[in-house]
DNA sequence: CATTGACCCTCCAGTAACTGGAAGCCTCAT
DNA sequence: ATGAGGCTTCCAGTTACTGGAGGGTCAATG
């Protein structure tokens, strides 16, 4: 199978197949006329990858999640260890923007966004504000 | 003022403030020395940047933002778009975030976590149970 | 007066995960 | 044989810094 049919099937963008066997992450084998040949597998690899990353795992995540797909056996404790830490990363993540949403909210609601230049935005990020 | 002084003033790295010159955010002027010569001025920009940075604007919308800021004519109405532009895509981001934690937290609950292969993540995320 | 330690300087490279584009084969159909 | 796609490699750019090497500067001390 060539890279542009992989492409289509596991949903992966072909440069992106591409990068991920720059990385390592799989490993086609190459037909005569010098183009990658993939098998079914590759393309299962592919579209696991895609869902991996559309749950935001890393790509070194990525990697360890593969393997551990690939073989027979692991053990599941290894699979939710990463992904709890993942888990745990996410919630992170969702409470420093939700936290940034509270401030923005509140401080663009509070905007009369006219044309006269006074705006509790600009004074908000203005340092001055602590002297007064 | 050098650079370090300026960095302890505004909270920001020297490294990052350097960084900051690099890319005309600020323009301090040069010592004989060569040293950069900060004034007040530029660590109260730079609080400002590092406030606004810490609400998750990008550097582009800093360079708006600090314009703004030292415009006295600006309008409200232009902070206030910049702003809620921001506000979306902090929406967005933890609209995408949150849907990938649920996807992830159901998973790892169902997830025995023990010294058996069989493990809803890893099936989850395998394209054979399409297949099923 | 020489040295030491704390500053400062300028590059250069690396981070994460692609993406776009140029230049140039390969293949198949007309 | 020619033209449209598809394939190849390699280089550069994205975001916002951060770390480090190699090397001046300054103030105080022995």
């Keep these: 199978m060539n890279i542009g049919d992989v492409a289509r099937q596991s949903g992966v963008p072909a440069k992106t197949i591409r990068y991920y066997e720059d990385i390592g992450l799989i490993r086609p084998n190459r037909s005569e006329n010098g183009y990658r040949a993939f098998t079914e597998n590759h393309v299962h690899k592919l579209a696991f990858l895609g869902r991996a990353r559309a749950l935001g795992f890393t790509i070194e995540d990525c990697r360890t999640l593969l393997s551990l797909y690939e073989d027979e056996n692991h053990e599941s404790m290894q699979v939710k260890a990463v992904a709890e830490d993942h888990l745990r990363q996410i919630?992170?993540?969702?409470?420093?923007?939700?936290?940034?949403?509270?401030?923005?909210?509140?401080?663009?609601?509070?905007?009369?966004?006219?044309?006269?230049?006074?705006?509790?935005?600009?004074?908000?990020l203005s340092p001055e504000r602590l002297a007064k």
């Design 91 to 124: 919630e992170e993540k969702i409470a420093k923007l939700q936290s940034m949403r509270a401030t923005l909210a509140e401080l663009v609601e509070k905007c009369a966004g006219d044309h006269r230049p006074d705006c509790p935005i600009i004074e908000d």
